[in-house]
């Protein structure tokens, strides 16, 4: 049985070489795709714990753990103990954490342009929306957006 017979490998195919092309972006501001993408979403939760963080990706705490250690060691968020609740703490943006966010929109905007580039505007967009529809049907929805809220934000948000 022939590979190319199966519609998923060319949509996993596809990411993947997407990916590669968005990490070799991201490389030179020095962090990977999910932790852009943890940052984008931290900007719009924050303050927010890692549990939170965890649940919004679909995640383990432990993997949202290791994430954010390491983006805390890179200065791009910090830890604060809850005020609420002293045995949790609370995950914020540094400044250097949100000056990033308009180099990792930036990347993703040159992304999108590569597609467009590659397929057309007008397929682009028919994949963005199609892509988006198989997220959704299949539980997915933007990290720190509300559920309603999905369908009104734009791909920007990964």
Do not use: C
Request: glycine share 6%; proline share 4%; aromatic share 4%.
């Amino acid at each position: 049985m022939q590979t190319d017979s199966f519609k998923l490998h060319y949509l996993l195919h596809s990411a993947t070489l997407l990916e590669d092309h968005l990490r070799m972006r991201l490389a030179a501001l020095s962090i990977h795709p999910r932790q852009a993408r943890v940052i984008d979403a931290l900007s719009r939760m924050e303050p927010a714990s890692q549990v939170q963080l965890a649940r919004a990706f679909g995640t383990k705490p432990a993997s949202m753990s290791t994430m954010t250690t390491r983006l805390i060691d890179a200065g791009y968020i910090t830890r604060e103990i809850d005020p609420e609740e002293a045995r949790a703490h609370m995950l914020r943006l540094t400044e250097r954490g949100r000056n990033l966010l308009s180099d990792i929109h930036a990347a993703w905007r040159e992304i999108d342009r590569l597609i467009e580039d590659r397929i057309g505007a007008d397929s682009a967009t028919q994949l963005a929306n199609l892509t988006r529809n198989l997220r959704d049907t299949l539980g997915g929805r933007v990290p720190g957006v509300e559920p309603a809220n999905t369908a009104t934000k734009e791909l920007s948000q990964g």
